[in-house]
Nanobody, 126 residues
Framework: QLQLVESGGGLVQPGGSLRLSCAAS????????IGWFRQAPGKEREGVSC????????YYGDSVKGRFTISTDNAKRTMYLQITDVKPEDTAVYYC???????????????????WGQGTQVTVSS
């Protein structure tokens, strides 16, 4: 019954910042693992950042470490991806996602996630 609706995408200049939001309905995100993924044309969907709302464990892809931050609000009804120092290669459709808490070494593997937002386009261009 969990549904995810994301927003916040758009056009941003290189070096700029933006924040993506993903609102949960039907359930809070308690005891879920949440994640942000992106897919550029002709490329496979990749895990950008993931977070266990139970343990606090996080994952960041190598290309975004130090620039992207994943978080939730205190009620765990909304998840965020704060993006800074954007680069042209960040251009993609970004998806929020969630899955039930479980032990796995593949924390941010897309095929493990059951619930998905509709996607929001992020375009980095001058």
């Amino acid at each position: 019954q969990l549904q995810l609706v994301e927003s916040g995408g758009g056009l941003v200049q290189p070096g700029g910042s933006l924040r993506l939001s993903c609102a949960a309905s039907g359930s809070t995100l308690d005891y879920y693992v949440i994640g942000w993924f992106r897919q550029a044309p002709g490329k496979e969907r990749e895990g950008v950042s993931c977070l266990s709302t139970y343990s606090g464990r996080t994952y960041y892809g190598d290309s975004v470490k130090g620039r992207f931050t994943i978080s939730t609000d205190n009620a765990k009804r909304t998840m965020y991806l704060q993006i800074t120092d954007v680069k042209p290669e960040d251009t993609a459709v970004y998806y929020c996602a969630a899955r039930a808490e479980a032990t796995t070494p593949r924390m941010c593997a897309a095929d493990l996630y059951n619930y998905w937002g509709q996607g929001t386009q992020v375009t980095v261009s001058s």
